[in-house]
């Protein structure tokens, strides 16, 4: 290399799963059963059929290949406003207070980029999306973490925040249903932290894309005020099956709304027309799809959950969103030994490296995770059900006498 990097980037690595997906194929290649993968939580299902069919249609026009409007196009917007009024109970205007953005996390950066200045505090949640700390430091902003405690309900304790010195604090990265413990929101949550936003003049974001899954939809906008100090993301990559399709969106006041196209016009020239038409068939959907899509991931959660049982792991049987998060006590033999520092790496590697089943190890999430791994629902019940029985042919040569 015949240059330095900028210095922005020596303070992040490469996303973990874009390293460890590098690693299980590799190691798929070694292995005649290959590798059960519940780690990344990309859903395995197909989107709605409307969509692609519109997809289908619409990309064989000659008139859809050009450049797009930065802002999306109107029927997106609307699309978007009329899927947050149907199920959210929310108005928002699609004229001004709705950016389609190429998927949820592109909207994370670009959100940082527009409102933190080097030097600004941003608070995180510990555990939480590594993707909220690694564009904090991209903006070269300070983090400040916040700590989500089980006894607490993986819920920020706004009262200790009030005590601590939040002198240049600018934003806060909130996120419900929860990733990675699939911990719920409530109306008092949401108007708690509001009223915090409003008190401690913080803007408060909003991570919303799981809100469909195992869960009753809820928007912080449905709390008072949240116009004058929250953001929220929203997403169709979990609750319509399209996350390679990097449909996603960013809501709020115009004035917030607006600061965040400054920065994304610059970035993108709008995407493929026929790709937002697919995102309106998709939002236009009923509740029967929803109804299909989460009796899909009740199966799915079951049969996890006989994982986690077996393992001797306590999970919340009544949280969210695409995963399920389970404490190892410290009597979990496959995790008591090995290379790694906590024991969710311990028992991770032992899965991984032993009967080939990928589990995610919690520290990656902060380390508040350090006693925590998380399943992904994005295999379907035989797989779920092939790694119970991998993991039980592995316990029992464990447990076995030498």
Same mark, same amino acid.
């Given at each position: 290399?015949?240059?330095?990097?900028?210095?922005?980037?020596?303070?992040?690595?490469? *996303?973990?799963?874009?390293?460890? &997906?590098?690693?299980?194929?590799?190691?798929?290649?070694?292995?005649?059963?290959?590798? /059960?993968?519940?780690?990344?939580?990309?859903?395995?299902?197909?989107?709605?059929?409307?969509?692609?069919?519109? +997809?289908?249609?619409?990309?064989?026009?000659?008139?859809?290949?050009?450049?797009?409007?930065?802002? @999306?196009?109107?029927?997106?917007?609307?699309?978007?406003?009329?899927?947050?009024?149907?199920?959210?109970? /929310?108005?928002?205007?699609?004229?001004?207070?709705?950016?389609?953005?190429?998927?949820?996390?592109?909207?994370?950066?670009?959100?940082? #980029?527009?409102? #933190?200045?080097?030097?600004?505090?941003?608070?995180?949640?510990?555990?939480?999306?590594?993707?909220?700390?690694?564009?904090?430091?991209?903006?070269?902003?300070?983090? /400040?973490?916040?700590?989500?405690?089980?006894? &607490?309900?993986?819920?920020?304790? +706004?009262?200790? +925040?009030?005590?601590?010195?939040?002198?240049? /604090?600018?934003?806060?990265?909130?996120?419900?249903?929860?990733?990675?413990?699939?911990?719920?929101?409530?109306?008092?949550? *949401?108007? %708690?932290?509001?009223?915090?936003?409003?008190?401690?003049?913080?803007?408060?974001?909003?991570?919303?894309?799981?809100?469909?899954?195992?869960?009753?939809?809820?928007?912080?906008?449905?709390?008072?005020?949240?116009?004058?100090?929250?953001? %929220?993301? &929203?997403?169709?990559?979990? $609750?319509?099956?399209?996350?390679?399709?990097?449909?996603?969106?960013?809501?709020?006041?115009?004035?917030?709304?607006?600061?965040?196209?400054?920065?994304?016009?610059?970035?993108?020239?709008?995407?493929?027309?026929?790709?937002?038409?697919?995102?309106?068939?998709?939002?236009?959907?009923?509740?029967?799809?929803?109804?299909?899509?989460?009796?899909? *991931?009740?199966?799915?959660?079951? $049969?996890? @959950?006989?994982?986690?049982?077996?393992?001797?792991?306590?999970?919340?049987?009544?949280?969210?969103?695409?995963?399920?998060?389970?404490?190892?006590?410290?009597?979990?033999?496959?995790?008591? %030994?090995?290379?790694?520092?906590?024991?969710?790496?311990?028992?991770?590697?032992?899965? +991984?490296?032993?009967?080939?089943?990928?589990?995610?190890?919690?520290?990656?999430?902060?380390?508040?995770? $350090?006693?925590?791994?998380?399943?992904?629902?994005?295999?379907?019940?035989?797989?779920?059900?092939?790694?119970?029985?991998?993991?039980?042919?592995?316990?029992?040569?464990?447990?076995?006498?030498?």
């Amino acid at each position: 290399m015949i240059i330095e990097p900028a210095h922005r980037t020596a303070s992040v690595r490469e *996303y973990y799963f874009s390293r460890k &997906n590098r690693e299980l194929a590799a190691l798929a290649k070694t292995r005649e059963d290959g590798i /059960v993968n519940l780690g990344i939580g990309a859903p395995d299902q197909v989107p709605p059929r409307s969509a692609m069919e519109t +997809l289908s249609r619409t990309c064989l026009l000659p008139d859809v290949h050009r450049y797009q409007n930065y802002t @999306g196009i109107p029927e997106l917007r609307e699309a978007f406003a009329a899927w947050y009024k149907r199920y959210y109970g /929310v108005t928002l205007d699609p004229v001004s207070e709705i950016q389609p953005l190429v998927g949820s996390k592109e909207g994370i950066l670009l959100i940082s #980029l527009a409102y #933190l200045n080097k030097g600004d505090k941003v608070l995180v949640p510990d555990p939480g999306y590594p993707t909220y700390n690694s564009s904090a430091m991209l903006a070269e902003a300070e983090m /400040v973490t916040y700590p989500l405690k089980r006894e &607490n309900g993986w819920r920020p304790d +706004l009262d200790a +925040l009030r005590k601590m010195d939040l002198t240049g /604090v600018k934003l806060m990265w909130v996120n419900y249903p929860n990733m990675p413990t699939g911990a719920l929101a409530t109306p008092e949550l *949401y108007q %708690e932290l509001v009223d915090f936003g409003l008190e401690k003049k913080i803007l408060i974001v909003n991570d919303n894309p799981y809100s469909f899954i195992l869960t009753e939809p809820l928007s912080i906008f449905s709390a008072r005020g949240a116009r004058e100090c929250c953001l %929220e993301l &929203n997403s169709l990559s979990k $609750a319509h099956n399209m996350s390679g399709w990097r449909i996603g969106m960013v809501a709020g006041a115009a004035e917030y709304v607006s600061e965040i196209l400054k920065v994304k016009s610059q970035m993108d020239s709008g995407q493929f027309r026929p790709m937002q038409l697919a995102a309106v068939a998709a939002l236009n959907e009923g509740p029967d799809w929803f109804e299909r899509l989460n009796a899909e *991931y009740r199966r799915r959660k079951e $049969a996890a @959950g006989k994982l986690f049982d077996l393992l001797g792991i306590e999970w919340d049987r009544d949280g969210g969103s695409l995963f399920i998060w389970g404490y190892i006590p410290e009597d979990c033999a496959l995790a008591a %030994e090995g290379p790694g520092a906590t024991r969710g790496e311990r028992l991770s590697d032992a899965l +991984l490296y032993g009967c080939g089943v990928f589990m995610t190890p919690g520290v990656v999430f902060g380390k508040g995770g $350090a006693d925590y791994i998380r399943a992904s629902l994005c295999a379907d019940v035989p797989r779920l059900e092939e790694a119970y029985l991998r993991i039980k042919r592995l316990d029992r040569r464990t447990s076995s006498p030498a």
